[in-house]
């Protein structure tokens, strides 16, 4: 199983850009839950920035509501952000992170994608 995140960059503040995250594996009978993405800035923590269930619950940080709106398309198994009104601390490197059950009988387990880099000048 692979995420494969892109759609960072460069930006001025007070942009948008559109992250992406597609989840991909050998077995047809792959199941995903819940989809996220986090956000590690320079030195700091990695930290939570969105959730979105399998059924489309979302949940968000403080610090992004109603600036970044996280959705998924279950056909194929990708999870989206879009975030709106960058500003600089929104600078970090942001993973995606999906649960997801390579096949029926096996549990649930975490799957990380290799981070893409947000850059929001000021």
């Known amino acids: 199983v692979q995420l494969q995140a892109s759609g960072g960059g460069l930006v001025q503040a007070g942009g948008s850009l559109r992250l992406s995250c597609a989840a991909s594996g050998s077995s047809s009978s792959i199941s995903i839950g819940g989809m996220g993405w986090y956000r590690q800035a320079p030195g700091k923590q990695r930290e939570l920035v969105a959730t979105i269930t399998s059924i489309g619950a979302t949940n968000y940080a403080d610090s992004v509501k109603g600036r970044f709106t996280i959705s998924r398309d279950n056909a194929k198994k990708m999870v989206y952000l879009q975030m709106n009104s960058l500003n600089a601390e929104d600078t970090a490197v942001y993973y995606c992170?999906?649960?997801?059950?390579?096949?029926?009988?096996?549990?649930?387990?975490?799957?990380w994608g290799q981070g893409t880099l947000v850059t929001v000048s000021s």
């Open positions: 992170l999906a649960e997801i059950r390579e096949r029926v009988g096996r549990p649930y387990r975490g799957y």
